[in-house]
């Protein structure tokens, strides 16, 4: 709670980047009695002030890439693990069909330091991966997906790799009837969920576990996910509780709306509290958890609404109960979650973020691929609750400032990004179908880090730094005129105002920005020589990135 008073008070220092902020009310479902300050977007970014979460950089940095789509992605010790539809993958910068370019089916591995492929495990799946996981001791990553083979070996839609060797764990190959979207491991049990009805010849219902040794059945846990298929899932600290995820209502016969616990021993229901995804309506009206991440006593998950502003966004609770910490009603399908210290980062096509007093609609509509949240509550929901929520005015984060660009790929049809996030304390890496990053060629795979490791070459935008307007006052008085650009992960931006053709600032003006909030700003300049100036205006993120824009016109 300590921690959460601080970042509360240092977010309220950093208020100016705000569009609009609002009085808190009750939420519809008793929260523990919580209060908190209502709070807008966040001053934090790469240089943020003190007490308020620091993000990565927006600077993409070179990673090998695929030629298809990323679903997945797990991080062991500095590699990432990451699966999807993809036959290829090639060095950063290059084209398809260059001379280093290999071959990679569905699976492949990566150094989140350098973002070079580790060749040592080079693998194929003879279908797509869904999933891919790390047990908890870091030994093996377990893929779950489509496959019915691996290696040219029958594995049926689960496998496991040993990390240290990078080789497939032959004595694991449980025959899995249909498709395997999520996983949960042990060192002993692996659970996993999806849309299958048998394993190794015997009944389940979308929910099954079997023994890591040797992928036999495990008879005692046979929970049920009774309406439709889990996508997520995730071990409770102390691994005595699986959480589930997906688009079911019910789990073991129980309403339990696309989000549930049940017991890691006998699979019977466990507790779970809040209700962050809305009752279905039909079958074009409805929500349902992408993903689950558990950091600390806490789990995250990422939501997608089908149907008009149906639960897009996402919610944190506690691991141990369901007790909902905050939950995010953005409005832009959540594909991804992951946590690295105090910033929650998710992957989505965001596009209404007036929940968090951020971006709102705008038309035509624009879409943004990634965010930056804080891991504690920091204020209360600012907008009308979404169709069918079970909240209204419950505990949000506050939206840090961190939006690198990504491109809209083609591969999948579904006109979209990004579909995975993971990382470790230092780098955060996305997977999906992108073609570009910030505007460069960068296909299905991107790593970003923390200042320390990071280029910090991302500064202030060109495109939106417009060439001031001088005014005439008088003959020695002239007012410049511009209007503030933005950073894509710097808040706070000092501009220069530069007379004629000189270097030496005749005047500074410091302002926040963000892309939907870029205020209109002027200085004066009252001590213009006789005859005739114009003016630039040279704009620097805390980083020392500079951007300097065209001249004015003349006035005098």
């Keep these: 709670?300590?921690?959460?008073?601080?970042?509360?008070?240092?977010?309220?220092?950093?208020?100016?980047?705000?569009?609009?902020?609002?009085l808190a009310a009750a939420a519809v479902v008793a929260l523990g009695g919580a209060s908190f300050m209502p709070v807008a977007t966040a001053g934090a970014d790469t240089a943020p002030g003190v007490g308020t979460p620091a993000t990565v950089s927006a600077d993409p940095l070179p990673t090998w890439q695929v030629d298809g789509v990323v679903w997945s992605m797990a991080t062991v010790g500095n590699t990432v693990y990451a699966t999807g539809k993809f036959t290829k993958a090639?060095?950063?910068?290059?084209?398809?069909?260059?001379?280093?370019?290999?071959?990679?089916?569905?699976?492949?591995?990566?150094?989140?330091?350098?973002?070079?492929?580790?060749t040592s495990f080079a693998h194929s799946l003879d279908g797509q991966g869904l999933r891919i996981v790390a047990s908890p001791d870091g030994k093996r990553v377990y893929v779950g997906g489509e496959f019915t083979t691996v290696d040219g070996k029958a594995h049926n839609r689960l496998a496991a790799f040993d990390t240290a060797t990078g080789k497939l764990v032959d004595a694991f190959a449980p025959k899995v009837g249909n498709k395997v979207r999520a996983i949960a491991a042990t060192t002993s049990t692996v659970y996993f969920g999806g849309n299958f009805f048998n394993v190794n010849g015997k009944s389940r219902t979308r929910l099954a576990a079997v023994k890591a040794s040797n992928g036999a059945n495990v008879d005692t846990w046979r929970p049920?996910?009774?309406?439709?298929?889990?996508?997520?899932?995730?071990l409770a600290p102390g691994g005595t509780r699986v959480l589930i995820g997906g688009r079911f209502q019910k789990l073991n016969g129980a309403e339990h709306v696309g989000i549930g616990a049940v017991s890691a021993s006998n699979g019977a229901s466990a507790e779970w509290s809040s209700r962050p995804i809305p009752t279905k309506q039909d079958d074009e009206h409805y929500s349902y958890v992408t993903d689950l991440f558990v950091s600390g006593d806490t789990v995250f998950g990422s939501a997608d609404g089908e149907g008009g502003h149906w639960f897009d966004g996402r919610f944190a609770a506690k691991a141990a109960d369901g007790e909902l910490t905050w939950l995010d009603n953005c409005y832009g399908a959540t594909y991804?979650?992951?946590?690295?210290?105090?910033?929650?980062?998710?992957?989505?096509?965001?596009?209404?973020?007036?929940?968090?007093?951020?971006f709102p609609e705008t038309k035509p509509q624009t879409w943004h691929r990634t965010l930056a949240e804080t891991k504690v509550a920091t204020g209360r929901d600012q907008a009308p609750p979404g169709s069918n929520s079970n909240y209204s005015k419950q505990p949000i984060p506050s939206l840090l400032h961190w939006f690198p660009t990504l491109a809209v790929g083609t591969f999948t049809k579904q006109n979209q990004a990004a579909w995975a996030v993971t990382g470790n304390e230092t780098y955060v890496a996305i997977g999906g179908e992108f073609p570009k990053v910030n505007g460069k060629g960068q296909q299905g795979l991107v790593r970003f880090a923390v200042k320390a490791k990071a280029p910090n070459k991302t500064g202030p935008v060109k495109a939106d730094l417009a060439a001031p307007e001088a005014v005439k006052l008088s003959s020695t008085r002239n007012k410049v005129n511009w209007r503030a650009t933005?950073?894509?992960?710097?808040?706070?931006?000092?501009?220069?105002?530069?007379?004629?053709?000189?270097?030496v600032a005749i005047g500074t003006v410091k302002q926040n920005s963000t892309f939907w909030n870029r205020p209109n700003l002027s200085f004066t300049d009252a001590a213009a020589p006789?005859?005739?100036?114009?003016?630039?205006?040279?704009?620097?993120?805390?980083?020392?990135?500079?951007?300097?824009?065209a001249a004015s016109n003349s006035v005098g």
């Design 224 to 234: 049920t996910a009774d309406d439709n298929e889990v996508f997520a899932m995730a």
């Design 90 to 118: 090639r060095p950063p910068g290059t084209a398809p069909g260059n001379a280093k370019e290999v071959t990679r089916n569905n699976i492949l591995a990566f150094d989140l330091t350098t973002g070079n492929l580790v």
């Design 530 to 549: 006789k005859g005739k100036h114009t003016y630039k205006i040279r704009v620097k993120d805390p980083l020392g990135n500079t951007l300097t824009s």
């Design 1 to 22: 709670m300590e921690q959460g008073i601080r970042l509360v008070k240092a977010l309220l220092r950093q208020r100016r980047a705000s569009t609009r902020a609002g």
């Design 336 to 358: 991804g979650i992951f946590a690295q210290s105090q910033a929650v980062y998710s992957v989505s096509h965001a596009h209404a973020c007036e929940s968090l007093g951020a």
């Design 486 to 503: 933005w950073d894509m992960d710097n808040v706070a931006l000092t501009y220069e105002v530069l007379r004629d053709s000189g270097t």
